[in-house]
T-cell receptor, first 114, second 112 residues
Framework: GNSVTQMEGPVTLSEEAFLTINCTYT??????LFWYVQYPGEGLQLLLK?????DKGSNKGFEATYRKETTSFHLEKGSVQVSDSAVYFC?????????????FGQGTTLQVKP | DAGVIQSPRHEVTEMGQEVTLRCKPI?????LFWYRQTMMRGLELLIY????????DSGMPEDRFSAKMPNASFSTLKIQPSEPRDSAVYFC??????????FGDGTRLSIL
């Protein structure tokens, strides 16, 4: 079946460090891929998305490229800030017109220290 | 621009009591989702509706849980009777057609 696997956290970085959070997926067909972010005490917010192979989603300095050959969608940021501390979820959706349900990874906690 | 609105934000009650969580989706959105989040199991989809009709309730843990969507602007998730293991954060999300989901801020439920 469809599934998403993320690297385990917590990931602890110093401010201005480079960030990579790995995400791989298993899916039938051609899923759309997403990264969501959850700040403490809040719900999940869409961070970026990619809907087909080789697409690059980007937002707020974060990027992720849809790699069909490696079934991956790794999240990267060149220089993290303390305010980026949150839980990051990789997710996919399949089905006609992407109207099905989201399949989430287990989440990766990022802690950025000043 | 109001987002998904959930109430209450926090609920503390004794086991055996009935609990009702409420959600108002974003106006114009035609799909609604209920999730549960715990440290042990992460984020779980409980049920989702398209155009007020339940499509997939396979994530509802047992008969004590029920969800309704009487109209396009309101949904409830009910637990009766509640148990301590139901303690979690419950999220509602809504979506328009094939657009990404928008999440509410959640209800933090504690069953004593």
């Amino acid at each position: 079946g469809n599934s998403v696997t993320q690297m385990e956290g917590p990931v602890t970085l110093s401010e201005e460090a480079f960030l990579t959070i790995n995400c791989t997926y298993t899916a039938t067909g051609y899923p759309s891929l997403f990264w969501y972010v959850q700040y403490p005490g809040e719900g999940l917010q869409l961070l970026l998305k990619a809907t087909k192979a080789d697409d690059k989603g980007s937002n707020k300095g974060f990027e992720a490229t849809y790699r069909k050959e490696t079934t991956s969608f790794h999240l990267e940021k060149g220089s993290v800030q303390v305010s980026d501390s949150a839980v990051y979820f990789c997710a996919l959706i399949t089905g006609s017109g992407n109207t099905g349900k989201l399949i989430f990874g287990q989440g990766t906690t990022l802690q950025v220290k000043p | 621009d109001a987002g998904v609105i959930q109430s209450p934000r926090h609920e503390v009650t004794e086991m055996g009591q009935e609990v009702t969580l409420r959600c108002k989706p974003i106006s114009g959105h035609n799909s609604l989702f209920w999730y549960r989040q715990t440290m042990m199991r992460g984020l779980e989809l409980l049920i989702y509706f398209n155009n007020n009709v339940p499509i997939d309730d396979s994530g509802m843990p047992e008969d004590r849980f029920s969800a309704k969507m009487p109209n396009a602007s309101f949904s409830t998730l009910k637990i009766q009777p509640s148990e301590p293991r139901d303690s979690a954060v419950y999220f509602c999300a809504s979506r328009k057609s094939d657009q990404p989901q928008h999440f509410g801020d959640g209800t933090r439920l504690s069953i004593l």
